[in-house]
């Protein structure tokens, strides 16, 4: 069984308060997978979620080059995981770095470009996909629970 949710986002000003009603979806899931073109926002929307999880807003930043970052909530102390596997070239690379013990441990696993890893993910796995808008170049995400 699944559910989606469809937020819109007009504007990079409308960005903390469509993190804040995301944030509000959470729930128990820990893994979340962000799907999109180049320049679709994945980055841009997973920096404005951290800062809502309570993590510093200058500590976050696209983990390119070291696939992985860690954070820490100033809030919660959670750790929050993310990842950029836009580099990794099979799926064994990412086993090679652990990516099944982060996304086992319970900690909050933001993912961009997934595709690289699909088989890895988890099941319930929150599938995150974000559109551009040609119109106006707002962004639409979909985003999926499943149980």
Not at 22 to 46: L, Q, R, S, W
Not at 49 to 68: M, Q
Request: charged share 25%; hydrophobic share 35%.
């Amino acid at each position: 069984m699944s559910r989606t949710i469809e937020f819109q986002i007009p504007s990079l000003e409308a960005l903390p308060e469509v993190a804040h009603q995301f944030m509000g979806e959470m729930g128990d899931y820990t893994v979340y997978a962000f799907y999109g073109p180049m320049g679709a926002g994945k980055t841009t929307f997973i920096n404005a979620l951290c800062k809502e999880l309570g993590v510093e807003s200058d500590v976050t930043n696209s983990p390119s080059f070291a696939i992985i970052n860690e954070y820490r909530s100033d809030t919660t102390a959670e750790l929050i995981y993310h990842f950029d596997c836009y580099r990794l070239e099979n799926e064994a690379e990412a086993e090679d770095i652990g990516a099944e013990d982060y996304f086992d441990c319970g900690a909050i696993c933001l993912i961009e470009w997934p595709e690289r890893i699909e088989n890895l993910l988890p099941d319930d796995t929150v599938r995150v996909e974000l559109s551009v808008n040609e119109a106006d170049d707002s962004r639409t995400m979909r985003v999926t629970f499943r149980d």
